[in-house]
């Protein structure tokens, strides 16, 4: 029902101001009114940067706590996995709405939806990546006297960034895109543009808002590479 | 500076009866060992796979823990300590080296340091200061493993193990994973370094040959965990404690214990010299009390020029032309074992050995090398001394930067 609602809410947006007449008429792609309504898509822009920001560092936070949990807790892997996946199933449109109940409309619910959809990326990789730090570094850290603590965080997780943060980038790009439906739960972000009846068939409009989408997914990649290469400026390393 | 410069004296390792069962286990790993590494000595366990040697290792740091037993480490028992306290006091190298490739060279070594919270001037001027004493430029402080190469990671590697100077250092198959030629340098470096440093250490390996090479005494283990034989190099070759230890020492064990003696170390023939235009008489004289029946005629700087002939003892005075080519000459620090080659690549029973200026002190012969052969294991010297020696002698291997 809401869903009906929301997709009933026609904006006079689209038709309010510049741009070709009869070409808007048509719901066409017309860069005249692109170029005259392109302010009125800033506000949107920045509430989908703040909700995969906030959702995804909420979700790494705790994905990367239960990762290290079981990385020392083995038996946690198989239970926890299994969790994260189911919930990575459930639709997001469906997520939205059965965290209303809860959270009530606006941003809350859609930073929780976003948060669980990260689970099961992250927290594999941190998982995997931990994994996969060689038998003898592990054998090295302890045989100097490293206590278990200091092994993982001196050695093991600095050893896991690439695929920790592999794991992030597949996150990031997941929860922009995510993110769009958000708007169901009444939260900001492009979706909104995306999900009203007037808008969706509107080609200009459909053009900027997934654009922008994409775009944001691109940018938000490399912010996430960039920090990558800092993390890691060993790995640049060559052979001299 | 306290101890980052000095030295912290060796401690003696003692295992008492120690057995390792793993649970399910048919047989036990390692089964009552018992042995002492004196302090200061390098203990090589060697022995076939699954022998149990890597796990007897692994239980003076505490790596694993033992079922029964003891050891001690200068007299205290490593079941008082607390496993991570106790390994930073033990040097600590794995075949795989196991450097850290997120961390320069300079913070790689001071991995031990910084555990004990040294101050951050302290670990970089220590880190200088090993980088040099195990053969590496300064430069190497701020790269990343992944730029070096496989003999410089050993070295660092081993410069990681002695960043605080521990007294023990315990060493699994350290050269393992080096190619041969930087193999035969590393350990050579590194014995002459132990000459230096004089740590108890006890080495794993498989390999016979770098046991005896390595080690002042070695530990033949066989599978099921027990101990062989422990003695002295020499001593194994000699004397060999079972069927088992016979066979694993190989059955060119009298050509092995040659490897452990220099040509300064054994008695030596004596020979006649003469120089050209010496009046025949008296040199038929000394030739008749030498060892050797022959004369060697020599330069002006007792030099070997070449061996005279029979027929040049017969004239009045003697003539430079009747004489063979001395092939091949011995150096007095040469390995026995070498000597013996360069014997048979000349096709020659006998050599002038000479000494640091080149001057003839004596002739080898394969009577010699026999005889030495069979003499008594107490007149073996020890891996170190032989490592040390060579130092003192500056005939050892080059201490170039690199390879590969």
Redo the contacts between chains.
Sequence with gaps: MSAALVIAQSGGFVRERGGDASCVANDGFCPTWIADNLDRYWTPLLEHLYLVVVSVGIGFAIAFSLGLLAHRQRWLIAPLTGVTSALYTIPSIAMFFLLQPLLGRGNAPAIVGLAIYTQVIIFRNVITGLANVPGEMVDAASGMGMTKNQRLFRVEVPLAVPEILAGLRIAVATTVGLAAFAAFAGAGGLGQKLIVASLITFKSNVVVAGGMVTLLAAALDLAVLGFQRLLTPWRRAVAA | MGESSGRSSAETIEFRDVTKQYPGGSEPAVDGLSLEVPAGEICVLVGPSGCGKTTAMRMV?R?IDMTSGDILLGGRSVRDRK??????EIG?V??????????TIADNIS??PS?LGWSKARMSERADELLELVGLPREMRD??P??LSGGQRQRVGVA?ALAVDPPVM?MDEPFGAIDPINRERLQNEFLRLQAELRKTIVFVTHDIDEAIKMGDRIAVMQVGGKLAQFAPPAELLMAPASPFVEDFVGADRALKRLALQRVRDIDLWTVATCRTGEPTAGVRERTAEADLDIALLVDEHQRPVGWLSERGLTGERIRSELRSPADPVVDLDDILRDALSDLLASESMYGPVVGAQGEVVGVLSMQVISQAVGSAPSEVPGATELAASEHVNGAGDATGPDEE
């Design positions: 740091n790596m496993p991570e306290e106790l390994r930073r600590y794995i075949q795989q080296i196991g450097l850290f490739p997120h961390r991995t031990v555990l790269r990343y992944s730029q990681r315990l």
